[in-house]
């Protein structure tokens, strides 16, 4: 007794300074908080290396994970750090399930809410869904990526990483490359970036660049071979010819030769340059094999970090008993 009531004490304070029900986009967050989860996924990273991969952070609480559009990565990690915090997870996804038959967004969640969940995590294709998610429920709401607005655990993973690998971020160089336009990943970044005091620049095909990107604060190439040497990071973007209507490029082949991260290219790179990319990868195209398996990437380190970050994210967003 004396130990769980320890425990709870230990919890609360890891959670000093986290007043959000939600996490919706990493334009809202403070640096502090930023701070605050990255220091929290710090000290539960250390858990997933354990052979028991268990902490009773969130025993007997219940996440919901609400996916409307596919996913590997991000699905597969919220529910393993769900199961690692201890909570119970449930995996509902808009093929099978009545949002098929024409059951509104906020019908099913409040269904769901029904059921007493405690923490909602959606992925959507509508950029603004999870802020509107989270007006219609009483439970937590995490964005697991939202049209093309922000997909922020995956711009918190990726702070994360080049935390780790930089030992700061205060005037790291990075340089988010390819589809910009199309990518959540890209804005989740540009706020985390800045806000921690990283120089960030973008670099792609004039297309893919959104206009007016520069009153974010970052700065603009269209000419990766001339910026590449000055790069700490490079974070390379997926082409996401999904959410492209209209041809953006001329031909793949042309993208790959401007764009693509080769083992040529590369060597015009700073000798400690990191590469990140996160996923799914259109090798031969954004990045060569050789590149993407080679001794600069972090990508396989993102994925690990993912774990520890969304632990941090359900840990601070679910509401513990008074
Ligand atoms: N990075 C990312 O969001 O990957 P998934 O689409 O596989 O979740």
């Known amino acids: 007794m004396t130990e769980i009531r320890s425990q709870k004490s230990e919890d609360r304070e890891k959670k000093k300074g986290w007043v959000r029900k939600d996490l919706l986009s ?69 093929s099978g399930s009545s949002a098929s038959k024409g059951e509104s967004l906020k019908d099913t969640a409040k269904n769901i809410e029904a059921m007493h969940v405690d923490t909602i995590v959606m992925r959507h294709p509508s950029s603004g869904s999870a802020e509107y998610l989270s007006k219609c429920v009483k439970a937590g709401v995490v964005n697991a990526g939202d049209g093309i607005h922000e997909h922020p655990t995956q711009g918190l993973l990726d702070l994360f990483t080049i935390r780790e690998r930089k030992k700061t971020l205060e005037g790291v160089r990075v340089c988010l490359v390819g589809d910009i336009l199309h990518s959540r990943v890209a804005r989740s970044n540009i706020w985390g970036l800045k806000k921690m005091g990283a120089r960030v620049t973008v670099c792609g095909p004039p297309t893919l660049i959104p206009a007016k990107i520069e009153e974010l604060g970052v700065e603009v190439s269209y000419d990766l071979d001339k910026i590449i040497q000055e790069q700490d990071v490079l974070n390379i973007l997926r082409i996401q010819l999904e959410r492209q209507r209209g041809a953006f490029f001329p031909s793949i082949r042309e993208y790959a030769a401007e764009y693509g991260i080769s083992k040529e290219r590369l060597r015009k790179a700073k000798p400690d340059v990191i590469i990140m990319h996160p996923g799914p990868i259109n090798r031969g195209v954004e990045l060569s094999s050789e590149v993407a398996d080679g001794a600069h990437s972090v990508i396989l380190d993102q994925v690990t970090n993912g774990v520890a970050i969304r632990m941090a994210v359900l840990f601070l967003t679910t509401a513990m008993d008074k």
């Open 26 to 94: 990493i334009e809202e967050l403070s640096k502090e908080e930023i701070e605050l989860v990255l220091n929290t996924a710090d000290s539960f990273k250390e858990v997933s290396a354990r052979d028991v991969k268990k902490v009773p952070a969130l025993r007997g609480k219940t996440i919901a994970n609400l996916f409307f559009e596919s996913s590997t990565r991000t699905r597969t990690s919220f529910e393993i750090a769900a199961k690692r915090l201890s909570a119970d997870i449930i995996n509902f996804s808009s």
